[in-house]
């Protein structure tokens, strides 16, 4: 679906993400739907996440079509409405988890890719589950400060936002193998941290080993860990640096940059893209709106590299 002209969103005074017209029921014919998710009960320190869908349809406006790098009209190429946001009770997440893998599913259903904007990391488990219903376990980028594998020892709760890839790889929806973290820093719970992921064969990358390998060798080790299952990507903006994603509720020092970000979800083109989420967005601890606009960009990455598989047939 074609942006908005410039002249009609100002003229509306409503903003959907990327301009693109917003879809209620379902249509047949889009290619990716993206979806908000107003949910921040699963927090563990600065709540705020529940306003990032308006935040980031606001700042979404600004991105114009054409992607330079991949060379692709991603607007033009790829069907994209703005799903609108999954409803539910903000302080009650089985009712979230319930709305957002309903949601998902529906749009899966009319096959069109999710790109969900959270809201705090919990939202992802119910994206996967529906992903994992329809494709089958998937390789996912998860792209984070954390782990986000404990358990209930902390917070005596068996979801929050440090929870959801543990019960993704306990559930079976990623395929052995490809759990791929990267941007991983700051302290353990305990030595036992990365015990789970071991024994998934997954593979964490700490901002130390970008630092001693270089990013191109890690990017071409990504590139190829994820290949041939559809890939979904889940992207916490706390794997970037404080000093350019202030906007955050669980910020960590050390992190990616955002041309270390984009230059990552670029080294994907070519694969199948799933779905992507961007969480823990929070618009009250940014400045200048810089983590929303972050934020939109990234998405706006994720929809070029589905545009480009489109483009490619
Ligand atoms: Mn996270
Ligand atoms: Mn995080």
């Known amino acids: 679906m074609a942006q908005q002209r410039a002249f009609e969103y100002i003229q ?3 903003t959907h993400f990327f301009r693109v017209p917003q879809s209620s029921p379902r249509p047949t014919s889009a290619d990716a739907a993206v979806i908000g998710v107003p949910f921040d009960a699963g927090t563990t320190y600065a709540p705020g996440a529940r306003f990032a869908p308006w935040e980031v349809r606001r700042a979404s406006a ?7 790098v991949h060379s692709v009209d991603v607007f033009a190429d790829l069907r994209v ?10 302080f009650d997440a089985d009712a979230m988890r319930e709305s957002v893998r309903a949601c998902v599913s529906g749009w899966l259903d009319a096959g069109a890719r999710p790109f969900v904007v959270g809201g705090d990391h919990s939202v992802a488990l119910p994206v996967l589950r529906a992903l994992a219903r329809r494709h089958g376990p998937v390789a996912v980028l998860h792209v984070d400060a954390h782990f986000d594998t404990s358990g209930p020892e902390t917070w005596g709760t068996e979801h929050h936002h440090g929870t959801p890839f543990r019960h993704a790889l306990q559930e079976g929806l990623i395929a052995e193998g490809q759990l791929v973290q990267v941007g991983l820093r700051g302290a353990w719970a305990g030595p036992g941290e990365r015990d789970l992921l071991a024994q998934h064969r997954a593979r964490s990358i700490a901002m130390s080993e970008i630092d001693e390998r ?16 559809p890939v ?3 992207f916490d903006v706390d794997a970037i640096d404080p000093a350019f994603a202030p906007g955050t509720g669980t910020p960590v ?12 979800l670029r080294s994907l083109a070519g694969h199948r893209i799933a779905g992507m989420d961007v969480v823990e967005v929070c618009p009250a601890a940014d400045h200048a709106g810089v983590t929303s606009l972050l934020a939109a960009s990234l998405l706006f990455e994720g929809l070029a590299l589905a545009a480009l598989q489109k483009h490619a047939g």
Do not use: C, W
């Open 12 to 14: 509306s005074g409503l």
């Open 62 to 68: 600004l991105i114009q079509p054409y992607h330079p």
């Open 81 to 90: 409405v703005d799903g609108g946001n999954a409803v539910f009770p903000p």
């Open 214 to 229: 270089g990013l191109p060798h890690v990017l071409a080790e990504v590139r190829e860990r994820l290949q041939g299952k």
């Open 232 to 234: 979904y990507i889940s």
């Open 253 to 264: 020092p050390g992190g990616l940059t955002t041309r270390e970000a984009l230059a990552l």
